[in-house]
């Protein structure tokens, strides 16, 4: 049995704002998180080659999340979704 998805121009536009609403609200995170870690990063008296392996993989396992969380925000407001 098939049935129609009728959604009106009017909920077209809620849908797309909200999308972009929360795309904008993934680069605020990614934002936030990096320029956090960043500004601990400079303050402390280490160099980044000193660090232990597991905290290279670590820190890049979670920056591969936060990218994989905006870009899967991008791909829905692109309308990339199936």
Do not use: C, D, K
């Not at 009728?6 to 609200?25: K, Y």
Request: charged share 10%; no cysteine.
């Amino acid at each position: 049995m098939a049935s129609l998805n009728s959604v009106g121009p009017a909920q077209r536009n809620v849908v797309a704002s909200e999308r972009r609403f929360f795309l904008g609200m993934a680069i605020a995170i990614a934002v936030t998180v990096i320029f956090g870690f960043t500004l601990n990063a400079a303050r402390m008296n280490w160099t980044f080659l000193e660090l232990p392996l597991q905290v290279h993989l670590h820190a890049a396992a979670f920056l591969a999340w936060i990218i994989l969380y905006v870009v899967q925000n991008w791909l829905v407001v692109r309308g990339s979704i199936t």
